[in-house]
């Protein structure tokens, strides 16, 4: 459902170089250890945890309506639309990145960011990759956090 909105546009100029936005939950792949190849340019982290209070803020915003029988609908998608932004202004501030994360390879696809995709734990993202065929020249596999490393720094600008 991600591809019918339509490409997205980066929301900030690329600040950094590279990201390695890597699982840290019971999906994340074995053996991806930190590499020893990391530059100053190079930020590892997840982005499971949201800023505290993210729910509360929505909530008290929406405080006016507590009445209406859309609330929950209304809740969500504010949740959603935070969660998007959140997601694409943080893959906007660099050049490449590299993830082992679905949702990451959807998101730098619909931003045309290029980026390589480490397969999670049991193949997900190889099964969406082949059924849907979002492979494209921005991006690559990879099958070690070194070799994504070595292969993001191949792959073309945009």
């Known amino acids: 459902m991600a591809f019918a909105m339509g490409m997205i546009p980066r929301l900030v100029k690329p600040q950094r170089a590279l990201l390695l936005l ?7 792949r074995a053996g991806n250890g930190t590499p020893e190849q990391l530059t100053a ?8 945890a949201e800023y505290p209070f993210t729910r509360t803020n929505i909530v008290l915003a929406m405080a006016n309506q507590i009445y209406a029988p859309d ?9 959603v639309r935070h969660r998007l932004t959140r997601g694409c202004r943080l893959l906007s501030n ?3 990145v590299v993830s082992d994360r679905l949702h990451v390879h959807i998101l730098c696809t619909l931003m045309a960011i290029p980026h390589v995709v480490l397969d999670n734990s049991y193949g997900k993202i ?8 979002t492979e494209w020249p921005g991006m690559a596999r990879a099958e070690t956090l070194d070799e994504a490393i070595s292969a993001a720094q191949q792959l073309p600008e945009r």
């Open 22 to 28: 890597l699982r840290t939950d019971h999906e994340k």
């Open 41 to 48: 340019h190079t930020d590892i982290r997840d982005w499971v």
């Open 71 to 79: 609330l929950k609908f209304r809740y969500f998608h504010r949740l």
């Open 94 to 96: 660099y050049e490449r």
């Open 126 to 133: 190889g099964g969406f990759i082949e059924a849907f065929k």
